[in-house]
């Protein structure tokens, strides 16, 4: 691959910018500068670009979706979206998506082949979320749920791994839109409230609204085995 196609794949900037940067002498490839934008590497090499090295991107980022923000690069309706985040980061694009509606942990995928590995349904990746529903939950709820639910677009099944009140905490292994929504809803429980906490192993925890980060090592250690195929999901 040329030189300057893959430092702009890693987001370092366009590829007429660093056309300009590799001329101007500013990025080394296994310790010796070069000039030559089109100078070919396989992408193993150690470059740098004013000295400070550069690592490959990593291949998943997990983001904190706002509430309202639909999960989408652009809105021709001019509603939010995805538009700030990737611009920070352009190389990514959502993995599946969330309704404007819910908030929560979304994957942010740098690869197209990895995106799919992730939302097939023959992987079924657990997706656990937490629920405020609009009344009191009852001890039914978890049997009704597990023998499945029929929806206009199916009929869905879920875990209850939690329960009181209002809340209810579930894992789902499929994706389809607004599924969690219309399950507790034909279950008898409409939800007011919806938040992804987890996406296989990779979990939302802490991580800020609107903001984003790599994996930790033990993530990046079960997509490896979800891309070898030997993960749990």
Not at 44 to 67: C, N, Q, V
Request: proline residues 6%; neutral net charge; aromatic residues 4%.
């Amino acid at each position: 691959m040329r030189l300057d196609k893959l430092l702009s794949e890693r987001g370092l900037g366009t590829r007429k910018q660093l056309r300009g940067w590799i001329k101007r002498g500013r990025v080394s490839v296994n310790g010796e500068v070069t000039h030559d934008p089109g100078h070919q590497i396989s992408g193993d090499e150690a470059l740098t670009f004013d000295g400070a090295p550069l690592t490959p991107p990593p291949p998943i980022l997990l983001y904190h979706k706002p509430l309202g923000v639909h999960s989408t690069l652009k809105d021709p309706q001019g509603r939010a979206c995805l538009d700030d985040i990737c611009a920070t980061h352009p190389l990514y694009h959502p993995v599946g998506r969330l309704d404007a509606e819910t908030e929560g942990l979304l994957l942010l995928s740098l690869d197209g082949a990895l995106t799919q590995r992730l939302l097939h349904p023959r992987r079924a990746v657990a997706r656990e979320y937490i629920a405020e529903v609009h009344r009191e939950v009852e001890p039914e709820l978890p049997a009704r749920l597990a023998a499945g639910v029929q929806t206009a677009e199916g009929t869905f099944t879920a875990e209850v791994v939690e329960m009181a009140g209002r809340r209810v905490r579930l894992i789902v292994r499929e994706g389809r839109h607004r599924m969690v929504r219309r399950m507790l809803h034909n279950a008898g429980w409409s939800v007011e409230g919806l938040r992804r906490v987890r996406y296989g192993a990779f979990q939302l925890g802490a991580l800020p609204v609107g903001e984003a980060r790599p994996l930790d090592e033990a993530e990046a250690a079960w997509l490896a085995a979800l891309m070898s195929g030997a993960s749990e999901a």
